[in-house]
């Protein structure tokens, strides 16, 4: 074909692909499972096991984001990384909101005496 | 699996021919249904209209064309809602005091309340789902490309599948009317009502899927007009030059996909209840029913401002055009959208300040819904100043226009009411939040009609009659003044919503008030039918120009009207933020171009279709629970979707000398020449795949 001139595997998207990071991504979340559970099933070996435990999570995701998902500044990947900054916001907005409008109906109502 | 009540087989599910209900209303429903049907099918048989309704619609890609069908999709709905409504209003009429008559069984109206629960339910979520969104989805399918000077959408086949997955929405609610039944939990599916132990029957899951299904194409949607107006402006087109329709499109479809993915969790971990028997919504066993109102109302209230931002867009398109002045304070109105988009993700609770939350949460939702007012009452004054020292006409959009206006603030006020605490624990689940709600609602449906009169000429190329347009919108405007203000008046006197029988007799006389208006409401109907009659009838003496009203300021006035399949021959160049006013000004309205160049455009294509049916069948089967039939569904989809990746050849070309000819015959359409479907000897609906 004359126009055929855009073959899917060309786009910068898909060429941001690259098995070395997926197997880095790979393994350094298995790494970090594996500290996480140490430290689950032993709390004692850190002095604050949940604040390590949110640490550790927040560095798998940001490995994730980083090198699975691609979120960078190039220029292909500019407006998912943005869309991503845009999305915490509203994240924390509707869980936030949603768990302190829960926590006052929970001191208020016998909702919460329901479910067991 | 969760053991269903009643027969099953592995074959047909919970189908049974108990299913089909056996209800004079129905009955007749499905006559008129099944006539209109058989003379829609002779008419394509017998005047071989088939292969140009596969060729020209059902397998196209053309943005223009997909807006034509969301719209179409979108009046429909409308049609069948407004029965909807007609039927609740008769019921409620008759319905009222102990010694009213009973008709068809019913101890008081003519509808049980089985029946009257199911109408409500589907009223309202066909307005909303149904018939607004559609409409919106498809007038800014047709207006953004064309007002940022693009060939088509980014992803014109996605756009296509979006719209497919909308049709099976609806015609999985058009089904319900015949198999099976509808829930009857509202359109916010009260909870704990829509659980399994409550309601054991289909119409439940035909609410549940209507919208999921239909929601992954709004979604989809969304996205497909986020990356267009980003990426497919045309040069020049920089974003302080962006008309405003595009800059609501943009805020409100930013909701769209924000908030959508929202109502697909609520609504799946439903299913999930209903389906796997979790205990996510149950009343016990660790669920927590206000989680649903949460979820739901998280994704509901962005809705309402996804129903309300396009209207803004359209009002502040028609209003410059015919006040023939440039918009006020555009700098303003597009913080405003944005503002109106934001702030709609934190005030969602105050859909449920009754529910028990404590008083700073109750106060921290109210400040935030009222502070909503503030950017609102920007757009407002913007519009006001807009239209001062103007030189107004009131032709049919610019009626329309205004009328918004008047439902704004009587709706926004009402709002502002049911935003603060104290007030709404008297007021609220009465009619008074009906009438609120209707109100802002008809600033949507004032803005949508307000669009289709003002876009109209340019997608078809011959105005609306303007007599008969007139006359619609003043019955239409009529009957919203006679139904909605007695319903304020009777939600003050403590009338609760939903009600199929009014135990207080002194609320009668509002009752036929509203009855009055409905009628008002059926005689601007008749007018709209005739309106568009009329206009069909006689386009060859409504033939207008590129510039149909005159006084247009925006860049897709530029293009022939109607507007080639290509859109623009060649891409234009964009100077001024009121592009044809510069033309205008330049003395260069009516320049064309040079030379030619050769289009690329995408393929028609059946895959969307085909899509779609699975969708349709998946959705089916998911209703009555016919396991092989969502496998084999589910499995089709995957196959199509696989085996369309693999098709390379989506684009042809259009020749330039054959742009040429196409243009210039277009631009010999003036006033009072051409008939049908072709402009100067040219099909201007036909994609010439030739060349490739
Ligand atoms: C000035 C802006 C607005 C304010 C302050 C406002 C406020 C409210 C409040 C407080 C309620 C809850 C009433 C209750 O249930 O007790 C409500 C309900 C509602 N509003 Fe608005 N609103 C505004 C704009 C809109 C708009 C723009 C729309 C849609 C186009 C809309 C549609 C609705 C709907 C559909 C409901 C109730 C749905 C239901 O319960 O079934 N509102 N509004
Ligand atoms: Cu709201």
Redesign the pocket.
């Known amino acids: 074909m004359a126009h055929d001139d855009h073959d899917p595997l060309n786009h910068p998207e898909v060429r941001v692909a690259s098995g070395r990071a997926y197997a880095a991504a790979f393994l350094i979340a298995m790494a970090l499972m594996t500290v996480s559970l140490y430290v689950a099933r032993h709390p004692a070996v850190a002095p604050h096991p949940m604040l390590v435990l949110s640490g550790v999570a927040a560095f798998v995701v940001a490995v994730q984001l980083l090198l699975l998902l691609k979120l960078d500044f190039s220029s292909t990947q500019i407006w998912t990384s943005v869309t991503f900054a845009l999305a915490f916001p509203l994240f924390v907005i509707a869980v936030g909101l949603s768990l302190w409008m829960f926590h006052s109906l929970d001191a208020r109502t016998m909702l919460m005496g329901l479910m067991r | 699996m969760v053991n269903v009540q009643g027969p099953w087989s592995p074959l047909i599910g919970r189908l049974s021919l108990g299913a089909i209900p056996d209800n004079p209303i129905i009955a007749g429903a499905f006559l008129f249904s099944a006539v209109l049907g058989v003379v829609i099918l002779g008419y394509l048989t017998f005047g071989h209209k088939w292969g140009y309704l596969w060729r020209e619609w059902l397998t196209t890609v053309d943005h223009k064309k997909i807006g034509v069908m969301y719209i179409l999709i979108g009046l429909v709905m409308l049609f069948r809602g407004f029965i909807d409504a007609v039927m609740m209003r008769t019921q409620q009429v008759l319905a009222d005091g102990p010694h009213s008559p009973g008709f068809l069984g019913a101890a008081h109206g003519y509808l049980l309340p089985y029946h009257f629960d199911q109408i409500y339910s589907a009223h ?1 979520t066909i307005m ?1 789902l149904f018939a607004a969104t559609p409409i919106l989805v498809g007038l800014m399918n047709i207006i953004v490309p064309l007002q940022i000077g693009a060939r088509d959408m980014a992803f014109p086949y996605l756009n296509a599948l979006g719209l497919w997955l909308t049709a099976v929405g609806a015609a999985l609610i058009m089904l319900s009317l015949f198999l099976g039944d509808f829930s009857h939990a ?3 599916g009260l909870t704990p009502l829509t659980e399994m132990a409550y309601s054991p029957g289909v119409g439940v899951d035909y609410w549940i899927w209507a919208i999921q299904i239909a929601s992954v194409g709004t979604t989809l949607g969304a996205a497909n007009l986020i990356a267009t107006i980003i990426k497919m402006r045309a040069p020049g087109m920089t974003w302080s030059r962006l008309p405003i329709f595009t800059w609501t499109s943009l805020s409100t479809n930013i909701i769209a996909l924000t908030s959508f993915p929202v109502l697909g969790v609520a609504l799946g971990l439903l299913g999930a209840d209903r389906y796997f028997g979790t205990h996510f919504f149950t009343a016990g066993l660790g669920g927590n029913l206000m989680l649903y109102a949460d979820l739901f109302w998280i994704w ?1 209230h962005p809705e ?2 996804f ?2 931002l396009p209207a803004f867009g359209m009002m502040s398109e028609i209003i410059p055009t015919f006040a023939e002045k440039p918009l006020f304070g555009y700098a303003t109105m597009v913080a405003a959208s944005f503002a109106i988009a934001g702030v709609s993700w934190s005030v969602w609770l ?2 449920f ?2 529910m028990g939350a404590g008083p700073s949460v109750n106060t921290f939702f109210s400040i935030a ?2 502070i ?2 503030i950017p ?1 009452g920007v757009k407002v004054f913007n519009w006001a100043f807009t239209v001062y020292h103007g030189r107004s006409r009131f032709e049919t959009p610019m009626l329309w226009a205004v009328g918004a206006l008047f439902m704004l603030l009587l ?2 006020l009402t ?2 009411m ?2 603060m605490p104290p007030i ?1 624990y008297s ?3 009465s009619v008074f ?1 009906v009438a ?2 209707h109100t ?2 008809m ?2 449906i004032y803005g949508i009609m307000g669009a289709v009169a003002y876009w109209f000429p340019k997608v078809f190329g011959f105005k609306l009659d303007e007599p008969l347009g007139k006359r619609f919108f003043w019955f239409f405007t009529a009957g919203t003044i006679m139904v909605f203000i007695p319903m304020y008046t009777s939600g003050f006197m403590g009338m609760t919503r939903r009600l199929d029988y009014i135990a207080n007799p002194a609320l009668l006389p509002f009752e036929i008030a509203e009855e009055i208006g409905i009628g008002l409401y059926v005689v601007s109907v008749y007018y709209f039918v005739r309106q568009l009659f009329v206009s069909v009838r006689d386009r060859a003496s409504h033939r207008v120009g590129a510039d149909a009203w005159g006084s247009a300021r925006t860049l897709e006035w530029l293009t022939p009207s109607p507007v080639p399949f290509y859109n623009y021959a060649v891409t234009p160049r964009v100077h001024a933020r009121d592009e044809l006013v510069w033309r205008r000004e330049q003395g260069l309205e009516a320049a064309t171009a040079a030379h030619y160049e050769d289009i690329l455009m995408p393929k028609n294509t059946p895959v969307p279709l085909v899509i779609g049916a699975f969708a349709m069948t998946l959705g089916f089967g998911l209703v009555w629970r016919i396991w092989w039939l969502t496998d084999a569904s589910f499995l089709g989809i995957i196959l199509t979707v696989i085996a369309r990746s693999f098709v390379r050849d989506t684009d042809y070309v259009v020749r330039a000398g054959e742009v040429r000819k196409i243009e210039q015959g277009l631009r010999g359409n003036t006033p009072g020449t051409g008939g049908d479907g072709t402009q100067g000897g040219v099909g201007v609906w036909r994609p010439q795949e030739s060349g490739s």
């Open positions: 309202g909303i509202g359109w916010v509901g309402v401002y129903v309300i105050h859909h300040f009754t819904t009222m909503v007012g609102t709706g926004g709002g502002m049911l935003a709404n007021v609220h689940n939040v609120h709600f802002m609602l600033v949507v």
